[in-house]
C-alpha cells in the first residue's frame, strides 16, 4: 500500500458503519490491487462506488463524495 492508499484506506476506515470494517477492507484492497495493476479506472470507480457509499455512516456520504470525485477527476 503506497502513502496515498494508505491515507485513503485510514479516512475510510474512519467513516465505515461499526460491523462493516471487514467488508470495508476486501473492497479497499480490491480497488489497490487494480490501481497497481492498472486496472483502476472511471468506469470501474463508477461501478464500485456504491458498494463504497454502502459501507459508510450516513453522516459522511458528502465528505467521501467530494473526496472520490477528487480522485476520479484524474482518472480516465
Not at 52 to 67: D, G, H, R, V
Request: charged share 25%; proline share 4%.
Amino acid at each position: 500500500m503506497n502513502q496515498g492508499q494508505e491515507l485513503f484506506f485510514n479516512f475510510f476506515m474512519e467513516r465505515v458503519i461499526p460491523g462493516k470494517e471487514d467488508e470495508a477492507k476486501v473492497l479497499l484492497q480490491t480497488g489497490f490491487e487494480k490501481q497497481a495493476d492498472g486496472t483502476f479506472d472511471a468506469a470501474y470507480l463508477k461501478e464500485v462506488m456504491p458498494a463504497y457509499f454502502a459501507l459508510i455512516k450516513p453522516e459522511f456520504i458528502e465528505e467521501l463524495q467530494n473526496a472520490m470525485a477528487h480522485f476520479g477527476s484524474n482518472l480516465q
